[in-house]
C-alpha cells in the first residue's frame, strides 16, 4: 500500500476533472482532496492558460504549457441564467460573472469555479443606487481561502462622486469601503487592476486613481512621462502579472517598437521595464501589415496585446494576429505560435472583438 504522503504528492500533480473523478475511489482519498490543506499546496502545481470569449457560447483555451494542451472548461452552462453569461474577471481559478443581456437592478452576478462547477449568486445590497460602474474579484488563496468583491456605484448626491462597497465570501454580505470618494470625471472604472493590495485605474487621458482595499483609502499613481508629439495617450495594455504591475503605450499603429512600463512598489515613478521591436514578428507573420490606402506609404501594424506574462523563468506579450497567439518574450526576443483559431467560423477571432483572462485551475470554493 503506498504511503499517505507518495499519495499526496502524486494527487497534487493531477489536474482537477481527475481529482474529482477520485473522490470516489476511497474514503481516504476524498478526505485527503477535500482537505483545505491540500487545496492549499496544490494552488502552486496549476497549470496555466488565458481563455478568450465574447460570450459563453464562445469560450476558447490557449495553453501557455505545452505539456497540457487539454482545455479546463468549454461552457459555463452549469449556471442556469435565461440571459445568458458573461465573464467579467478571473482570479486564481475562480471566475466573476454576470447576466449577458441584463442590465441594471436585473442583472445577477456570480462567482464561480468552473472546474468543480460550483457557483455562487452575490446578493444584492440593497443600496439605492442601482448604476454600477464596476465590480472586482479579490481572491489570494496565499493569504486567505476567501475571497471578496468590491463594486463600485454613482453616489446621487455629488457629481462625480462614487461609493465603494464590499463583499466577503466569510460573511456573504455587502458593507460600505470607507466614505464615498470622488474621482476625475473620465475615470473608467471597468478596466481596474489589482495589485499591492489595491485596484488601480487609469483614464484616457492619464489620470489615475488607487483603492487600498484594506485601508479602505483613495490614492494616486504616478503620471507617465508624456510624448509631446502626440495630444492624448495612446494605451494599449494596464495589468499585473508575477506581482508587478504593467502599462504599455504604443504611438501610431505604423511602429514595431514600444515600451512596458513597471510600476515601483513604492508608487516613485513608472520605469520602463523592457524595449520591444516586433519587427522579427511583422516578418514571420506578414498579414500583420495593413496598407488600407496606399502601399507606397508606411505600413500599418494590426495586432493586440492580450497580456504581460512575468515569472522567474521568464517574461513574455501574448499578442493576437487575426486568429493567432503568439508569445514573444521580453527577455531575449524570442516568439513562438501557442495555437490558433479558424477565423472563417469565428469573426470575433479575426478582428479581436473578444476578451482575455488569464485562467489556472483551482479546487477553492465559492
Known amino acids: 500500500m503506498l504511503h499517505q504522503d507518495l499519495i499526496i504528492e ?6 482537477v476533472k481527475s481529482l474529482l473523478r477520485f473522490k470516489c475511489v476511497s474514503k481516504q482519498w476524498l478526505s485527503l482532496i477535500s482537505d483545505p490543506h491540500f487545496r492549499h499546496n496544490r494552488r502552486s502545481l496549476s497549470s496555466s492558460g488565458v481563455i478568450l470569449c465574447r460570450t459563453t457560447d464562445l469560450i476558447h483555451h490557449i495553453s501557455l504549457n505545452r505539456s497540457n494542451s487539454d482545455p479546463p472548461f468549454t461552457s459555463l452552462s452549469f449556471i442556469d441564467d435565461s440571459a445568458g453569461i458573461k465573464i467579467l474577471q478571473s482570479s486564481h481559478g475562480l471566475l466573476l460573472c454576470c447576466s449577458l ?15 468543480t462547477k460550483q457557483f455562487t449568486i452575490l446578493p444584492t445590497d440593497g443600496s439605492g443606487s442601482t448604476t454600477i460602474l464596476g465590480v472586482y474579484l479579490v481572491f489570494d488563496p496565499t493569504k486567505s481561502p476567501h475571497h471578496q468583491v468590491v463594486c463600485i456605484r454613482i453616489c446621487s448626491s455629488a457629481s462625480y ?47 489615475s486613481v488607487c483603492f487600498d482595499i484594506g485601508q479602505e483609502r483613495l490614492g494616486s499613481m504616478p503620471s507617465l512621462p508624456s510624448n509631446e508629439k502626440w495630444s492624448r495617450r495612446r494605451f494599449r495594455y494596464f495589468g499585473e502579472s508575477g506581482g508587478h504591475l504593467h502599462l504599455i503605450e504604443i504611438y ?39 496598407n488600407y490606402l496606399d502601399p507606397s506609404e508606411s505600413p500599418l501594424y494590426a495586432f493586440s496585446l492580450l497580456f504581460v506574462q512575468e515569472d522567474e523563468e521568464d517574461s513574455f506579450l501574448l499578442l493576437h494576429i487575426f486568429g493567432k497567439f503568439v508569445s514573444y518574450s521580453l527577455r531575449n526576443r524570442t516568439f513562438n505560435e501557442l495555437g490558433s483559431i479558424c477565423t472563417e467560423t469565428n469573426t470575433a477571432f479575426q478582428i479581436g472583438c473578444f476578451h482575455a483572462h488569464q485562467f489556472s485551475e483551482t479546487l477553492a470554493g465559492v
Open 252 to 290: 501610431g499603429s505604423g511602429t514595431t517598437q514600444f515600451q512596458v512600463f513597471e510600476m515601483e512598489r513604492d508608487y516613485s515613478s513608472w520605469l520602463p521595464k523592457y524595449n520591444v521591436d516586433l519587427a522579427q514578428v511583422v516578418d514571420a507573420f506578414p498579414e500583420m501589415v495593413r
Open 101 to 115: 443581456y441584463k442590465l441594471g437592478k436585473h442583472r445577477s452576478y456570480y462567482i464561480c469555479n468552473p472546474s
Open 10 to 15: 502524486i494527487l497534487l500533480r493531477l489536474p
Open 161 to 207: 462622486s462614487y461609493q465603494i462597497e464590499t463583499y466577503s465570501s466569510e460573511t456573504r454580505n455587502w458593507r460600505l469601503s470607507g466614505p464615498p470618494l470622488v474621482a476625475p470625471f473620465d475615470m473608467v472604472f471597468d478596466n481596474g487592476v489589482l495589485w499591492n493590495g489595491a485596484i488601480h485605474w487609469i483614464s484616457p487621458t492619464g489620470a
